[in-house]
Each structure stands twice: as C-alpha cells, then as structure tokens.
C-alpha cells in the first residue's frame, strides 16, 4: 500500500504521460487530427478512465496542449478540451459497464465539436452534417480504436494501472 503522497505523485504522473502520448499521436497525425472533418486517432485514449482517474486530467491536459500547439482557435482550445474532459468523465462515470466506456466521448464531441467549427473557424456546413462528421471520426476513434486498446490494456491492467492506486 502506497502512501498518500506517493499516490498523489503517481497520479500527476500518469495524468502526465496520458496528457504527452495523446499530444504526440495528435501531432503526428495532425493532417487528420484537424478540421471539419477530422478522424483523431488520439482520442482512442478516451477510454482510459475506464482503467484510471488519472486519465481524465490527462486526456484534458494533452487535448488542451494538442490544440494550442497547432494554433487553433481560442473557442477550439477552451471549448474542444472541455468536450474531450466531458468525455472523459463520463467514461469513468460509467467504468463499471465496459461497454459503455466509448459513449461519453463520442456524444460530447459529437454535440460540442461541431459548434466550435461554426463559430470559431466560420464553418458554412450545417450543424447536422457536422455532427456526422464528427460522430463519425469519434465512433471509429474511440468506438473502434479506443475497444481495440481497452481489450489489449485489459490483460495488462494489474500491471500497468492498478498496481499503484491500489
């Protein structure tokens, strides 16, 4: 059993490294991780509150950090992160059915997103169509992607991610 303190630092550091990784897969991917129609391979990360709370920080940190660094606009910056921090805890809100881990984010980014690239980036697409777009990036990011990582960390989560919150 870990101290007090000692959680407290490796939380920070787990929020930390989620915050780095989802920063570099976005910047890698950054010709797709943008615009109206995007397809952020990043957000795949949305399921990690299934496995810790430290990832809801991270996830807001490292969607903050990607769309400051790659110049968006303030509303995207400020009101893109509070989607993905949405998300993200409403997956740990729901860590108890697995199943519906992928849901929270998809439907924050699916309802908030689309305003932003109305009024932040002039969008002349209509809201609906943006909300497909986006749902559709989201489903297969998280819903695909984000099921793909929570089968594949599931049989490592003792290892990883319990170990040191225990």
Request: proline share 4%.
């Amino acid at each position: 059993m870990l101290q007090k303190s000692n959680k407290t630092v490796y939380f920070m550091a787990h929020s930390a490294m989620i915050a780095a990784i989802y920063v570099v897969i976005t910047m890698s991917f950054s010709a797709i991780s943008f615009g109206p129609v995007q397809f952020r391979i990043s957000e795949a990360l949305c399921i990690l509150p299934y496995f810790t709370p430290a990832a809801i920080p991270g996830l807001f940190l490292g969607c903050f950090l990607s769309n400051f660094l790659y110049g968006a606009a303030v509303l995207d910056v400020v009101f893109g992160s509070a989607a993905t921090l949405i998300g993200a805890a409403g997956s740990y809100a729901l860590r108890r059915n697995k199943r519906l881990v992928c849901i929270p984010p998809i439907l924050s980014n699916m309802i908030i997103v689309p305003w932003v690239l109305r009024y932040a980036y002039g969008s002349e697409s209509m809201i609906v169509y943006l909300m497909v777009t986006v749902g559709i990036g989201e489903i297969l990011a998280v819903g695909v992607l984000g099921n793909l990582l929570m089968v594949t960390l599931d049989k490592y989560k003792m290892i990883i991610f319990r170990k040191h919150f225990a």
